[in-house]
């Protein structure tokens, strides 16, 4: 069984909510910093809210639907507040309010009103009386670009600052804020530290040259273009008239002092000398400049860029975590990571963000553990506190989610090496299994498709494929006796392929500076990373979770741009 998660604080407040209802249930409901009540805390009580009948309440949010009813002497909203998946049953008398401007689709509404008990028959178990009309934030059907009927999710992301308004990008946004909040439960339970790590960095983690730049220089070269065709660099004639000025100002000196001029008429003129030595300086510096970036032997100069050197935005916060594992033992970082690879791909994304927990004195062993009781204790999760977003993805695009969850959740993961893993690749091919990648054999990099024939058709449940060759992994990991393969891991799910890559750390100094050196890197970079080796090295180990794969994974839903709230992707960055 997967470990027991704790229960949201919201969800707990719902529960507490019924032991209140009969002294001040309206007050015990209002969301905290704000002079509203939730909807979820009419709506998702276990009775619907009928209990609530009769309470005045405050409610706020976007009309799904509106319509007029009964000759206009009515208006119906559907009002949803994103706090739950579910809408509150709105009802304004034409008496109360101008009831053309409420039901458009988007408009926004804040009203006062009487809960009430529906007509028998229908669907919800408690609906408001609108008494006040407080706040409305119009919108002009004919121009709001999220019609009434779906929008397929692709067709949305030309419209990414108003998706979280739809029910489906809603949803995704509650369960990714849920994971979230499960990962640190986790790993705060667990005994790991939250360190921060950089964005902005000098090594390449993985040594694979996908990283993006971080330089001030093209911005500077364009100020610089800019500035000299307005106002142009000084010629040879201005430099010699300025360097005359400064010979005759020193003659002037001279003859002063021979002269021995008074003080102050000495002191006037090594003034007037050494402004003139000023502008020379000024004039010659000016002429140096040439537009384009600096240069030194041919090669661009970052010695004048912002950080004296190359950087570049994080591909993994790894190593930075790796020092504080060696010094704090039990770490993790969580946060943006970015990849500059052109994969048009819906498994990747230009930024994502990722959980990497790092582990001293643990092994290989010990790290697909964790890795196996994070991803479980995640399903749960969702499980527990999730439900109701949950049946709605189920409903909505992938019937089998909730299964899913469920079967990871209590089912042990299956572990196979690198080399068990071709083997089984190898004798699915004899037996018909197509694949369009290059043949499988020992030494390849598994494809997408071969570790989804893995956990989807094979085992049909989450595989840890271990000890890859180690031509094809980061120069990191733990080269194994054989010296051929290395300590490392792929967490592979059905859905999605690979979630999780990880290692157990190569902690020999000696080993770990070759492996740089065979890969090609330069090794400066990594001096200070070869400093935990040099310096009380430890046996150590960690992952990194695809935190938007996780949410592949969990919600059913086929594109990875689709659960980051602004997705970054080739030829996309807006908003
Ligand atoms: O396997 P990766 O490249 O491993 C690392 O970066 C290690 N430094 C992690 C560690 O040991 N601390 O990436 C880890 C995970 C992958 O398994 C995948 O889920 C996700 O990050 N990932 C991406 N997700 C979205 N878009 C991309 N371009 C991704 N690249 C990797
Ligand atoms: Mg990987």
Known sequence: MAEDSTALPTQLAAATLIDVASSSPVESLKAEFSDRVPIRSIISRPDGGAGLAGQRVRVGGWVKTGRKADKDAFAFLELNDGSCPGNLQVIVDAAVADLSPLV?????????????????????????????????GQVDPAKYPLPKTRLTLERLREHVHLRSRTNTIAAVARIRNALAYATHTFFQKHGFLYVHTPIITTSDCEGAGEMFQVTTLISEADRLEKDLINNPPPSAADIEAAQLVVKEKGDIVAQLKSAKAEKNEISASVSELKIAKENLARLEERSKLKPGLPKKDGKIDYTHDFFARQAFLTVSGQLQVESYACALSSVYT???????????????????????????????????????????????????????????????????????????????????????????????????????????????????????????????????????????????????????????????????????GGSQREERYEVIQQRIQEMGLPLEPYEWYLDLRRYGTVKHSGFGLGFERMLLFATGIDNIRDVIPFPRYPGRADL
């Not at 458009?104 to 028959?121: E, S």
């Open 104 to 136: 458009p689709t988007g408009t926004c509404v804040a009203v006062d009103g009487v809960l009430k008990l529906p007509p028998a028959g229908t669907r919800q178990k408690v609906e408001l009386r609108v008494e006040k009309v407080i706040h409305l």
């Open 334 to 500: 969580f946060g943006p990571t970015f990849r500059a690879e052109n994969s048009h791909t819906s498994r990747h994304l230009a930024e994502f963000w990722m959980v990497e927990p790092e582990i001293a004195f643990a092994e290989l062993k010990d790290d697909m553990n964790c890795a196996e009781a994070y991803v479980r204790f995640l399903c749960q999760w969702l499980l527990d506190n999730c439900l109701d977003d949950m049946e709605f993805m189920a409903d909505k695009f992938d019937k089998t989610c909730i299964e899913r969850l469920r079967m990871v959740s209590s089912t042990p993961f299956e572990r196979i090496s690198y080399t068990e893993a071709v083997e089984l690749l190898e004798e699915a091919v004899k037996n018909g299994q197509k694949f369009e990648n290059k043949s499988v054999k020992w030494g390849i990099d598994l494809a997408s498709e071969h570790e989804r024939y893995l956990t989807e058709v094979k085992f049909q449940k989450p595989v840890i494929v271990y000890n890859y060759p180690k031509d094809i992994k980061a120069f990191y990991m733990k080269v194994n006796d054989d010296c051929k393969t290395v300590a490392a891991m792929d967490v592979l799910v059905p859905k999605v392929g690979e979630l999780i």
